[in-house]
C-alpha cells in the first residue's frame, strides 16, 4: 500500500458548500455541503480517480508544488 497527497482548493459558494478542485488532476471536481463534507467528497474523488488509472496502466500524477495564486481582478462594462 502507498499513501498519496494532493493539494486541493476548496471555493465557498454563494449558495452554500464548497467546490473542490484537484490542481494536479483536473478531471476531478467535487462538491460538498460542509467543509467535512467536501473533504469526504475529495478523498474519495482522488482514490477512485487514482484506482482507475493503477487498474489501466497509467501512472500517478505527482502533486502540484507551487501554491495557487488568488487575486482580485477589477473589470468595467459599459451600460449593459
Same mark, same amino acid.
Not at 28 to 51: F, P, S
Not at 62 to 73: M, Q
Given at each position: 500500500?502507498?499513501?498519496?497527497?494532493? =493539494?486541493?482548493?476548496?471555493?465557498?459558494?454563494? $449558495? !452554500?458548500?464548497?467546490?473542490?478542485?484537484?490542481p494536479?488532476?483536473?478531471? @476531478?471536481?467535487?462538491?460538498?455541503?460542509?467543509?467535512?463534507?467536501?473533504?469526504?467528497?475529495? =478523498?474519495?474523488?482522488?482514490?477512485?480517480?487514482? $484506482? !482507475?488509472?493503477?487498474?489501466?496502466?497509467?501512472?500517478?500524477?505527482?502533486? @502540484?508544488?507551487?501554491?495557487?495564486?488568488?487575486?482580485?481582478?477589477?473589470?468595467s462594462?459599459?451600460?449593459?
Amino acid at each position: 500500500m502507498r499513501d498519496y497527497s494532493y =493539494t486541493v482548493i476548496f471555493e465557498p459558494l454563494e $449558495e !452554500g458548500g464548497y467546490q473542490v478542485i484537484v490542481p494536479a488532476i483536473p478531471e @476531478i471536481v467535487t462538491y460538498g455541503r460542509t467543509l467535512g463534507e467536501a473533504k469526504e467528497m475529495a =478523498t474519495d474523488a482522488i482514490k477512485c480517480h487514482l $484506482e !482507475g488509472l493503477v487498474k489501466d496502466g497509467e501512472s500517478i500524477p505527482k502533486d @502540484i508544488t507551487a501554491e495557487p495564486v488568488t487575486e482580485k481582478l477589477q473589470v468595467s462594462l459599459e451600460k449593459v
